[in-house]
C-alpha cells in the first residue's frame, strides 16, 4: 500500500522583538514582524522607525513584481485621499475649493508684469511664502522687495527685506560684506572688491538646466529683473572671481531701450515737435473740402433763387405756368432744371422792367 501523503502545513514566523510568539503584524516601513502592541512600540524604539513606507527606493525592472506593484498602487490611493481631504478642509474654511489669489498679492503680480517681470507664489503654508515680504505701494508707485543672498561654498544665506526696486544691488550687498566677528565665513568674499564678485540669478525657478543671467550691481534692482520668472523673490548667487561654474550664462540681461536712436536721428525730433502741425497743413491743403463749401453756397443760392421765383411767379402767373416744383422732396436734377427755368423767369424781367423804363 502505498504511503497517504499528509498535507503539510507552514508554521507562522517568530516575532522577531520578543521571539517567543508567533508574529501577526509586518512593519510597512523595516517589514520586521511583530506579534503585539507592546512590541511594535518597542521595534520602533529601537530601530527610530515611522511604521511607514518609504517610497524613495528605485527597483529595477528585472525585480518589479506583484508585491511592488500593489505598493505603488496603495501609495496612488493614499495620495488622493490626502488630496480629498485637503479639498474639503478648504471647502469648509474658505468656501471654494479652487486657490484664490489675495488682492494685495495680485496688485503685486501686476505691478511686476509691467515692470517685464513674471511673478509666482506658493500655496498659503509654504515657508518660502512665509517668509516673503515683497510689496506693491499704492500711493507711491513702487515695488518693495525680499531678495535672498547665497553665497557660493559657504552656508550662509542672507534675507534682506524692504528693498527700493530704484535701489541698486551693490548699495545692499556692500552692508553684508563688512569685516566682522559675525560674517567669518564671508571673509574671502569681503577681502575681494564688489566689482570683481559676479552675481547670477536664475532665469527660469524650474528646471536643473534652467540658464543663469549674469547682474550688474551697479544698476538698479527694477531693470535687472525684466524679463525674469521670478519665484516669490529673487534668490541671487554671489561667486568669487576664482570659483568656477557649470551652468549655463546668459550676459545679454535687458534689452535697452531705444533712447540712443531718437538722439541719432534729428529727423525723429524734428516730426515729433511739428507732428500735429504738419497735419493740420494737410488739412488745409486739401481742395475737396473747398469743393464741397462752394457746393453748399451754390445750393444755398438756388434755394434762395426758387424762393424769389415762387413770388415772381405769383406775379406772372400768364407768362408762367406749370413751373412749381416741391424743392424738399424733389431730385437734384429737377432743382437744377427748376433753377435754370426760374434764371429765365428773372432775365424776362429784368427785361420788362428796362422797357417800362424806356418807355
Known amino acids: 500500500m502505498e504511503e497517504q501523503e499528509k498535507p503539510t502545513t507552514q508554521t507562522p514566523a517568530l516575532c522577531e522583538e520578543c521571539k517567543i510568539n508567533p508574529s501577526k503584524y509586518k512593519c510597512p516601513g523595516c517589514l520586521i514582524r511583530s506579534c503585539s502592541l507592546p512590541c511594535v512600540k518597542a521595534h520602533k524604539e529601537r530601530t ?13 525592472i528585472s525585480q518589479f513584481d506583484d508585491n511592488l506593484l500593489l505598493s505603488d498602487y496603495n501609495m496612488l490611493e493614499d495620495v488622493k485621499r490626502v ?39 506658493f500655496s498659503t503654508g509654504m515657508s518660502k511664502r512665509q517668509k ?21 561654498s559657504t552656508n550662509v544665506v542672507i534675507l534682506d527685506h524692504g528693498i527700493h526696486e530704484n535701489r ?18 564671508l571673509k574671502p568674499f569681503c577681502e575681494e572688491s564688489l566689482d570683481s564678485l559676479k552675481f547670477f ?16 550691481i551697479k544698476e538698479p534692482i ?20 576664482s570659483h568656477s561654474y557649470d551652468f549655463e550664462v546668459v550676459k545679454d540681461a535687458i534689452p535697452q531701450r531705444s533712447k540712443v ?13 511739428i507732428g500735429v502741425t504738419f497735419r493740420e497743413e494737410e488739412i488745409e491743403e486739401d481742395m475737396s473740402l473747398y469743393t464741397q463749401v462752394s457746393d453748399l453756397m451754390n445750393n444755398a443760392e438756388i434755394r434762395a433763387k ?20 416741391n424743392n424738399t422732396c424733389a431730385p437734384i436734377a429737377e432743382d437744377i432744371k427748376y433753377a435754370e427755368k426760374c434764371t429765365l423767369i428773372l432775365n424776362q424781367e429784368e427785361e420788362l422792367e428796362e422797357g417800362e423804363l424806356v418807355e
Request: charged letters at 25%.
Open 306 to 325: 426758387s424762393n424769389y421765383s415762387s413770388d415772381s411767379e405769383r406775379v406772372f402767373e400768364g407768362s408762367v405756368s406749370g413751373l412749381r416744383v
Open 168 to 185: 541698486s544691488l551693490s548699495s545692499v550687498v556692500e552692508n553684508h560684506l563688512k569685516l566682522g566677528p559675525l560674517n567669518h565665513q
Open 261 to 273: 536712436s531718437v538722439k541719432e536721428s534729428p529727423e525723429t525730433d524734428d516730426l515729433n515737435q
Open 132 to 152: 516673503n515680504q515683497t510689496h506693491y505701494n499704492y500711493r507711491k508707485k513702487y515695488i518693495s522687495w525680499t531678495i535672498e543672498w547665497r553665497f557660493h
Open 201 to 216: 540669478i536664475r532665469k527660469y525657478p524650474k528646471g536643473c538646466k534652467s540658464p543663469y543671467r549674469e547682474l550688474n
Open 48 to 60: 527610530s522607525c515611522t511604521g511607514k513606507k518609504q517610497y524613495k527606493e528605485v527597483v529595477p
Open 222 to 241: 527694477r531693470s535687472q529683473l525684466a524679463n525674469l520668472v521670478v519665484l516669490e523673490y529673487p534668490v541671487i548667487h554671489v561667486f568669487l572671481p
Open 83 to 121: 488630496a480629498d481631504s485637503a479639498r474639503r478642509m478648504r471647502e469648509k474654511m474658505c468656501g471654494n475649493s479652487h486657490f484664490r489669489l489675495p488682492l494685495p498679492l495680485k496688485s503685486l503680480r501686476s505691478a511686476a508684469a509691467n515692470r517685464k517681470t513674471k511673478l509666482l507664489f
